[in-house]
Nanobody, 121 residues
Framework: QVQLVESGGGLVQPGGSLRLSCAASRPILHMYAMAWYRQAPGKQRLVVAHITRDGRANYVDSVKGRFTISRNNANNTVYLQMNSLKPEDTAIYYC???????????????WGQGTQVTVSS
C-alpha cells in the first residue's frame, strides 16, 4: 500500500488560486497513475483529475480549463493547480495512486488524509 500525504489546502476567495501537493513516503509514485479526488460534506468522493505514468491528463468537465494536474517523478510528487476557484470547489481533496488501462482510471486503496479547500468570501 502506498502512503500518501496531501498539503496546500486552505481558505481562498472566489476567483483565487491554490496549489495542492501529494507526496509518497517512498520514491515509488513513478510506478502509478495518479488522481485527485474531492469530497464535499454529505456527498460522495469523486475524481477530479487523473494523470497517467507518462503524463497524460484528464479532467472532469466542471474543472476543465481551471485545474491542472501534473507530476514530478524526480521528486516523487503530484500537484493540482487550481485557478478561478468557485464556492462549489469547496471540499476535502485527496490524492490516490492507481492504474490507467483501457481509457479508464482505476483507484487502488491508497489514500492520504486529505486537505481541506474552502472557497468563500
Amino acid at each position: 500500500q502506498v502512503q500518501l500525504v496531501e498539503s496546500g489546502g486552505g481558505l481562498v476567495q472566489p476567483g483565487g488560486s491554490l496549489r495542492l501537493s501529494c507526496a509518497a513516503s517512498r520514491p515509488i509514485l513513478h510506478m502509478y497513475a495518479m488522481a485527485w479526488y474531492r469530497q464535499a460534506p454529505g456527498k460522495q468522493r469523486l475524481v477530479v483529475a487523473h494523470i497517467t505514468r507518462d503524463g497524460r491528463a484528464n479532467y472532469v468537465d466542471s474543472v476543465k480549463g481551471r485545474f491542472t494536474i501534473s507530476r514530478n517523478n524526480a521528486n516523487n510528487t503530484v500537484y493540482l493547480q487550481m485557478n478561478s476557484l468557485k464556492p462549489e470547489d469547496t471540499a476535502i481533496y485527496y490524492c490516490n495512486a492507481g492504474d490507467y488501462s483501457g481509457g479508464a482510471y482505476y483507484s487502488y486503496d491508497s489514500w492520504g488524509q486529505g486537505t481541506q479547500v474552502t472557497v468563500s468570501s
